[in-house]
């Protein structure tokens, strides 16, 4: 599979809007593609920002930080060994919000084996700290190793990352949904709603491999889940 460039994609909006650099400047453009990447990000989670980071808790620490760019958190292990090993009996900790963690410990002085996690913050989201954290109770009472499952943010295409998984995977998707953002611009609805179900259609398809064929196989699933119309007798 091909897939497009980032100036192939710039190269496409204009001549899909027939449009040039007269209206089009390159920040223009550089937003389409921006809030398009944004848009498919939050549409459909896809199984290549899937990430696992391994590090250790802190002893007396009820926080850590999330790992950088994380969009959401999937799981979290703990492993029971103190030697802050990821590799031996674990358990996965039971997500809760903060109130619910600060009403189990009310004065965070327990400490033990961690059984439930929080997250809060987050600002840039592109660095360590910046990312968010990681709340947990009871606080550790030792390094116990930590595995946490996660997105992270992908890595947006641009002049200087000539191409990424979505211009590669799913091109035309991301093709529709920048002509969505450039005739959003040029107040052109007609062409705009025309790309926006373009874009729908293309995404059903897109999500369907995502979320479903890539999450099942034919082992354990391999009765077919789609329904097949059949004439009645």
């Not at 790992?67 to 979290?76: E, Q, V």
């Not at 002085?109 to 968010?132: D, E």
């Not at 005739?183 to 705009?192: A, R, S, Y």
């Amino acid at each position: 599979m091909a897939g497009i460039s980032y100036s192939t994609l710039v190269t496409q909006i204009k001549s899909y809007t027939e449009v040039g650099a007269t209206v089009f400047t390159t920040d223009q453009l550089e937003s389409f593609i921006l809030n398009a990447q944004t848009r498919l990000m939050y549409d459909v989670p896809v199984d290549a920002d899937k990430k696992q980071q391994s590090t250790t808790m802190v002893t007396g620490q009820q926080t850590l930080n999330c790992p950088d760019a994380c969009l959401f958190t999937r799981g979290i292990q703990v492993y029971t060994a103190t030697t802050g090993v990821v590799t031996g009996a674990n358990t996965w900790l039971e997500r809760r919000d903060q109130t619910f963690l600060n009403e189990y410990v009310s004065a965070n002085t327990s400490t033990g084996v961690p059984k439930y996690y929080a997250q809060f913050g987050g600002a840039t989201g592109v660095g360590t700290g910046t990312s968010g954290h990681y709340m947990f109770s009871p606080t550790p009472d030792a390094t116990y190793g930590v595995q946490i499952h996660f997105n992270k943010m992908p890595a947006t295409l641009e002049a200087s990352n000539t191409t990424n998984f979505i211009s590669l995977n799913f091109p035309n998707g991301l093709l529709y949904a920048c002509l969505v953002e450039a005739f959003g611009f040029l107040k052109n609805i007609e062409m705009l709603t025309l790309y926006e179900n373009r874009y729908k259609q293309e995404l059903e398809k897109f999500a369907a491999m995502q979320l479903g064929r890539r999450r099942r196989d034919d082992y354990t699933d391999g009765a077919i889940r789609i329904p097949i119309p059949s004439p009645s007798q």
